[in-house]
């Protein structure tokens, strides 16, 4: 299967019904040996293109990773990212906010943690916990101290979703370019890998009780997500829903996604002028003497 960015893209103001996006789609590869292939070159690929970016210092690239657990976005970032210089690049994995940034307005958090220009941000969850964990446990909003006005419930999520649309119009008018994935993983497959943390002793430490309670609200997760995607889904900050049930073809449609962002981006490295080529001969003559 050729790899089309088109069909995993969430169109602006969409209708959302997740269950019409497959969670699994024919492989892109033939062989275990085809899949590493394919990866390893766009790994190749993308640690030029981040030079390239680094380089250029015009822009900076968000990449926002959502999905229900163990569907993947670890192992996507690991794998996909596992080229690029770290130097270049930042990751961050956002838990329950502190009492400090609860004293925050929602988006201030991850706010602080964007990319500058010239790197790669990438935010494993993100600002759209805030409309989707929220939104399934709204006693969660009872420790954040909004004024009563904003704790509207007919309002609120419609001002939040606005609130993030306007922030990445924002970062996008100012050169981060955002992409964002929403690892679309099955229940059962989801149930599979539950069962292989518990087997495996050396996954045993990322199952918890946390994690099966969560799964009791699978259908308000997905309710939840359906309306922040269509919501907040736009041309300039697209989300694509990628089929998360295998993870090696989940790896290579995101990575395929990331390349074509980047190679859209007008960047290249700065110009050699004659009074930058003076100074370089200077120093050549300083070096060989």
Not at 56 to 72: E, P, V
Not at 99 to 105: A, I
Not at 226 to 232: I, R, V
Request: charged fraction near 30%; charge should be neutral.
């Amino acid at each position: 299967m050729k790899i089309d960015s088109k069909d995993f893209r969430v169109s602006q103001n969409a209708k959302v019904k997740l269950k019409k996006w497959p969670t699994k789609v024919k492989p892109c590869f033939d062989s275990k040996e085809e899949y590493t292939d394919i990866l390893e070159d766009h790994v190749h690929a993308l640690s030029d293109l981040q030079r390239l970016l680094a380089a250029d210092n015009h822009y900076a690239l968000l990449l926002i990773f959502q999905g229900m657990d163990t569907a993947g976005k670890d192992g996507a970032i690991r794998h996909v990212m596992s080229g690029v210089n770290p130097q270049g690049c930042q990751v961050y994995s956002f838990k329950s906010p502190s009492s400090v940034e609860l004293e925050h307005d929602f988006l201030w958090r991850t706010t602080c943690q964007l990319p500058e220009r010239g790197r790669i941000g990438i935010f494993n969850r993100s600002y759209y916990e805030e409309v989707l964990i929220v939104r399934v446990h709204p006693n969660i909003l009872a420790n954040q101290n909004l004024p009563k006005e904003a704790q509207d419930k007919k309002n609120i999520w419609k001002q939040r979703y606005h609130s993030i649309v306007d922030l990445e119009k924002h970062l996008h008018c100012n050169g981060t370019k955002i992409i964002k994935f929403f690892l679309h993983l099955s229940k059962d497959e989801q149930r599979k890998r539950f069962l292989e943390r518990i087997d495996d002793p050396e996954k045993n430490w990322k199952l918890t009780c946390d994690d099966i309670a969560e799964r009791q609200y699978w259908d308000d997760y997905m309710e939840a997500y359906e309306d922040c995607l269509g919501a907040t889904s736009t041309k300039e900050s697209p989300w694509y829903i990628v089929p998360a049930d295998d993870k090696e073809n989940s790896r290579l449609i995101i990575s395929t996604i990331i390349l074509e962002t980047l190679r859209k981006i007008k960047m290249s490295y700065p110009e050699t002028d004659a009074k930058r080529r003076e100074e370089l001969q200077l120093i050549r003559k300083t070096l060989v003497e």
